[in-house]
Each structure stands twice: as structure tokens, then as C-alpha cells.
């Protein structure tokens, strides 16, 4: 996968002072927002359980309002976009699940929505944390778009859900009404998955 790759859309750091976890919803100050790390997503991991994050910032991305931290009970995927992790119903900001039927995975045609589905399950499956992140005007609605990203338990790693369903063809970049891309931060994972004829890019 494209390393060096960060969201622009809705990034954040660690905080200045003392980060104090609590299972429930947090009122936070407004920090300041910058990338996510492996090492801010470690700082929630728990011993023997998933975690689930939510954390929602303000109308700019530039500071985070509120945080909710939580043990990872259950989580169901409606396609590769659509997730639900506890009761919150997540879909993946931007991006169109399986605009092709077909896909080519490991040299095989294959069923598009059930192959994604199968691909992004198991990178939650394999989790330790899971942070999804949304603009505060997000809250409470029944279905929030958002970015999600997975911390590995083997690899110890933290990767972006969203780049994985686009990099490996999965699903595509959501066009505004100009024809321009809702997340110009994916576009380099789109290109490499292209030129590798990876997925959806691999069927004529």
C-alpha cells in the first residue's frame, strides 16, 4: 500500500497535555488537529479487548470537540463503505462501493461486494483499535460519514480503512457535481491501483 499517505480531510494529533481515557464520551478543549499516528492509536489500546473511538471535530478539521472511547462488543458490515461498529452506523466518506460487479482479486474474477466485504472485515477482525473520525455536525445522525482506521494487533501498524478499500479497487472515488474527487487525498492510492490493474481496475 502507498506509504506516506495522510488524510487531509480529517486529521489529528496527540494532545499538549495529558490525554485522561475514560470508557464513555469525553468533553475535550479544542485541540489542535494534525495526523494520525500509530503511535496516537496506541495510546487507546486496552489489554485483551478491541477498542472503538469516535472522535468528532470542528466545521474547519482543525480541532477535536468531543471523543468517545469504548470496548469493541460487535460490529456488522453492510458493504465495504457501510459499517456499524456498536451503535454507531458509519458510512465511508467519499468513496463508491463496488461500481463493477466483478473484480479481479489474486488473479481470479470474483464477486465485488462480497470479496470487499470479506477483505475489510478482516482487517477489523484483526484490530485493536478501531477510530473513526466525523465532523461534530455528524453527531447523533443515524448514518455519520467519516475516516476510519485500523491499529493491526500483529503488525502493530495503524493503516486508513478508507485508502485500503481504494487502493486494492474495491471501491472507487465519489465525484462532486465538477467531476472532481470528494477525497483528492485518495487520488494517489486510486492511481497505483489503476496502473496495478488492482480489483475494479482489473476488469476491461
Same mark, same amino acid.
Given at each position: 500500500?502507498?506509504?506516506?499517505?495522510?488524510?487531509?480531510?480529517?486529521?489529528?494529533?496527540?494532545?499538549?497535555?495529558?490525554?485522561?481515557?475514560?470508557?464513555?464520551?469525553?468533553?475535550?478543549?479544542?485541540?489542535?488537529?494534525?495526523a494520525?499516528?500509530?503511535?496516537? %492509536?496506541?495510546?487507546?489500546?486496552?489489554?485483551g479487548?478491541?477498542?472503538?473511538? +469516535?472522535?468528532?471535530?470542528?466545521?474547519?478539521? =482543525?480541532?477535536t $470537540?468531543?471523543?468517545?472511547?469504548?470496548?469493541?462488543?460487535?460490529?456488522?458490515?453492510? =458493504?465495504?463503505?457501510?459499517?456499524r461498529y456498536?451503535?454507531?452506523?458509519?458510512?465511508s466518506?467519499?468513496?463508491?462501493?463496488?461500481?463493477?460487479?466483478?473484480?479481479?482479486?489474486?488473479?481470479?474474477i470474483?464477486?465485488?461486494p462480497? %470479496?470487499?466485504v470479506?477483505?475489510?472485515?478482516?482487517?477489523?477482525?484483526?484490530?485493536?483499535?478501531?477510530?473513526?473520525?466525523?465532523?461534530?455536525?455528524?453527531? +447523533?445522525?443515524?448514518?455519520?460519514q467519516?475516516?476510519?482506521y485500523?491499529?493491526?494487533?500483529?503488525?502493530?501498524?495503524?493503516?486508513?480503512?478508507?485508502?485500503?478499500?481504494?487502493f $486494492?479497487?474495491?471501491?472507487?472515488?465519489?465525484l462532486?457535481?465538477?467531476?472532481?474527487?470528494?477525497r483528492p487525498?485518495?487520488?494517489?492510492?486510486?492511481?497505483?491501483?489503476?496502473?496495478?490493474? $488492482?480489483g $475494479?481496475?482489473g476488469?476491461d
Amino acid at each position: 500500500m502507498a506509504r506516506g499517505m495522510r488524510e487531509r480531510w480529517l486529521t489529528i494529533s496527540r494532545p499538549a497535555m495529558g490525554l485522561v481515557l475514560a470508557w464513555g464520551l469525553l468533553a475535550l478543549p479544542a485541540y489542535a488537529a494534525s495526523a494520525v499516528t500509530t503511535e496516537y %492509536m496506541q495510546q487507546f489500546a486496552q489489554q485483551g479487548r478491541a477498542v472503538f473511538v +469516535m472522535e468528532y471535530l470542528d466545521a474547519a478539521g =482543525s480541532a477535536t $470537540l468531543t471523543r468517545r472511547v469504548e470496548p469493541l462488543t460487535s460490529f456488522d458490515l453492510t =458493504s465495504a463503505v457501510r459499517r456499524r461498529y456498536n451503535q454507531t452506523h458509519i458510512r465511508s466518506y467519499g468513496i463508491v462501493p463496488c461500481p463493477k460487479a466483478t473484480i479481479r482479486f489474486g488473479g481470479a474474477i470474483v464477486d465485488c461486494p462480497t %470479496m470487499s466485504v470479506q477483505l475489510v472485515r478482516q482487517g477489523i477482525e484483526n484490530a485493536v483499535v478501531i477510530l473513526c473520525r466525523a465532523f461534530a455536525v455528524e453527531d +447523533m445522525k443515524p448514518e455519520q460519514q467519516a475516516n476510519c482506521y485500523e491499529l493491526n494487533r500483529h503488525t502493530r501498524r495503524a493503516t486508513s480503512t478508507d485508502e485500503a478499500i481504494v487502493f $486494492l479497487g474495491l471501491g472507487d472515488l465519489e465525484l462532486d457535481r465538477s467531476g472532481t474527487p470528494r477525497r483528492p487525498d485518495l487520488q494517489r492510492s486510486h492511481e497505483e491501483a489503476k496502473q496495478q490493474r $488492482l480489483g $475494479l481496475h482489473g476488469i476491461d
